[in-house]
């Protein structure tokens, strides 16, 4: 099974900072890489698929890149409603596995 | 647009049975491959297996396998999924996802269901 590691488990940040999270995966998953957001009480929501690709409706301040294992996602300018728990998933093979996930709380 | 609503969580005991379904709307349900995954509380997204759009093709995660079993009834727009020899580490909020995008990724959630595995 392919493994997916994020780090920082949590980060503190304020609003209007650039955020980069990542994720990194125990072989190579070309660009099959999602990005999910999760507030608490809510489902998931997906934010980048591909690696890159801007899932419709999600703003501009969210951006991915990355291939192979390595993978960012980046906030450029964090807003208050930025505040969450953001998790990878590889889509390369099955199982699907997820990352542990990374907390961003309000500095 | 896509609606996914999950239905028969609740409390059953370790070793009983169980299945949830999930209704879905607003897409073509027979054209995709479905997923469950699962949340267990404060924890992490656990995936726990996928049915292709003819319902012939089925993988299951490692925690599940042997136990659960994913179906679908395409004239019903409705997913299942069959839950037997319940365990408490089973206990979560279920997910029923959708993969429209490329038939891949995870875009349209429901809301879930709360199962708790409790003697």
């Known amino acids: 099974d392919i493994q997916m590691t994020q780090s920082p488990s949590s980060v503190s940040a304020s609003i209007g900072d650039r955020v980069t999270l990542t994720c990194r995966a125990s072989q190579d998953i070309n660009r099959w890489l999602a990005w999910f957001q999760q507030k608490p009480g809510k489902a998931p929501k997906l934010l980048i698929y591909?690696?890159?690709n801007l899932q419709s409706g999600v703003p501009s301040r969210f951006s991915g890149s990355g291939s192979g294992t390595d993978f960012t996602l980046t906030i450029s300018s964090l807003q208050p409603e930025d505040f969450a728990t953001y998790y990878c998933?590889?889509?390369?093979?099955?199982?699907?596995?997820f990352g542990q996930g990374t907390k961003v709380e309000i500095k | 647009q896509v609606l996914l609503v999950e239905s028969g969580g609740g409390v059953v005991q370790p070793g009983r049975s169980l299945r949830l379904s999930c209704a879905a709307s607003?897409?073509?349900?027979?054209?995709?491959?479905m997923h469950w995954v699962r949340q267990a509380p404060g924890k992490g997204l656990d995936w726990v297996g996928v049915v292709s759009a003819d319902g012939n093709i089925k993988y299951y995660g490692d925690s599940v396998k042997g136990r659960f079993t994913i179906s679908r009834d395409n004239s019903k727009k409705t997913l299942y999924l069959q839950m037997n020899s319940l365990r408490g580490e089973d206990t979560a909020v279920y997910h029923c996802?959708?993969?429209?995008?490329?038939?891949?990724?995870?875009?349209?959630w429901g809301q879930g269901t709360l199962v708790t595995v409790s003697s």
């Open positions: 996802v959708s993969a429209l995008t490329y038939a891949v990724y995870f875009d349209n």
């Open positions: 591909a690696a890159s």
């Open positions: 998933q590889q889509a390369d093979s099955f199982p699907r596995t």
């Open positions: 607003g897409f073509i349900f027979s054209d995709f491959p």
